[in-house]
């Protein structure tokens, strides 16, 4: 088997884990308030970390997940052939709506799970949620920082799109954390 398809198999194993609803669980996931503006978890000035010479203006938030999670984006140019706009999104997912009947350890494991199988550029973060993570893909120039806040009931992501994206890892991270503290 080619290492892609492993990977591949591996990371679909690893989030059915974490969408199985489980009976006999220590209990589920609490019911997530989600906030009523997304983009205020964000403002531009906080996010010119990733561009120091980029204009970016308001996010733009995006309610077509509701009840299950609500989102905000940012985008900057220039628009590039490789990657299109840089854009930075901020999505809060109820995790009860999302995921009913799954206790907390099985969500929390499914963010391990993605550092597992994520390649050299995954790892685990520290000081956000209980359980949060690093990935990269490079296929699409995504950076993403994701936690798991079980008192909160929500899962928190914060994706950063460019071509750089990846050496802004402890920017996404920080970003993350700064987002999850206004929750």
């Given amino acids: 088997m080619n290492p892609w398809k492993s ?4 990371l679909m194993f690893g989030l059915a884990i974490a969408v199985l609803r489980l009976t006999g669980s220590a209990g589920e996931a609490a019911a997530g308030a989600l906030p009523k503006d997304p983009c205020a978890l964000l403002k531009p000035a ?62 929390q494991q499914g963010i391990f799970a993605k550092v ?25 120039s995504n950076a993403t920082a994701e936690a798991y806040l079980k008192a909160k009931g929500v899962h928190l992501s914060v994706t950063y799109h460019a071509g750089d994206a990846l050496s802004s890892k402890d920017k996404v991270v920080a970003l993350l954390k700064s987002a999850a503290a206004k929750l």
């Fill in 7 to 10: 990977r591949m198999m591996t």
């Fill in 46 to 107: 906080e996010i010119q970390v990733l561009a120091s010479n980029a204009k970016i203006g308001g996010g733009v938030s995006d309610a077509s997940m509701a009840p299950m999670g609500v989102g905000c984006t940012y985008t900057w140019g220039p628009r590039t052939r490789d990657w299109g706009e840089s854009a930075l999104t901020i999505t809060v997912i109820d995790a009860s709506r999302a995921w009913p009947g799954t206790s907390p350890d099985v969500l």
């Fill in 116 to 140: 597992k199988v994520g390649g050299p550029n995954a790892s685990l973060v520290a000081g956000v949620g209980d359980a949060a993570a690093f990935t990269f893909e490079a296929r699409s």
